[in-house]
Nanobody, 124 residues
Framework: QVQLVESGGGSVQSGGSLRLSCAAS????????MGWFRQAPGKEREGVAA???????TYADSVKGRFTISQDNTKNILYLQMNNLKPEDTAMYYC??????????????????WGQGTQVTVSS
């Protein structure tokens, strides 16, 4: 049963932009927080950005000033606008929803619903 579906990944040159989308079911979208995580081959899963029900956001230091997380509450869609992309941003990006905490968090164990991921590749 799929409740989170990512889209918008692809290949882009360094400095380019992509916007990832995550379509959520009403149940998963009602979670306390939603976020984006990424994982590159051979590396640990990394929290990228998160947003809670009040709209408060949290970003990893590596993406601050370049990425923006937002949500469309009418269509139940979570977005990640990615600007000035760098090769080190190359990874599989996952959308996640959680109810363990009422505030935005980049801790993976706080999330209990995950999408299948969308690949982002940035070339130099």
């Amino acid at each position: 049963q799929v409740q989170l579906v990512e889209s918008g990944g692809g290949s882009v040159q360094s400095g380019g932009s992509l916007r990832l989308s995550c379509a959520a079911s009403a149940y998963t979208y009602s979670a306390n927080c939603m976020g984006w995580f990424r994982q590159a081959p051979g590396k640990e899963r990394e929290g990228v950005a998160a947003i809670d029900r009040d709209g408060s956001t949290t970003y990893a230091d590596s993406v601050k000033g370049r990425f923006t997380i937002s949500q469309d509450n009418t269509k139940n869609i979570l977005y990640l606008q990615m600007n000035n992309l760098k090769p080190e941003d190359t990874a599989m990006y996952y959308c996640a929803a959680g109810s363990a905490t009422p505030i935005a968090t980049l801790i993976a164990v706080d999330y209990n619903f995950w999408g299948q991921g969308t690949q982002v590749t940035v070339s130099s």
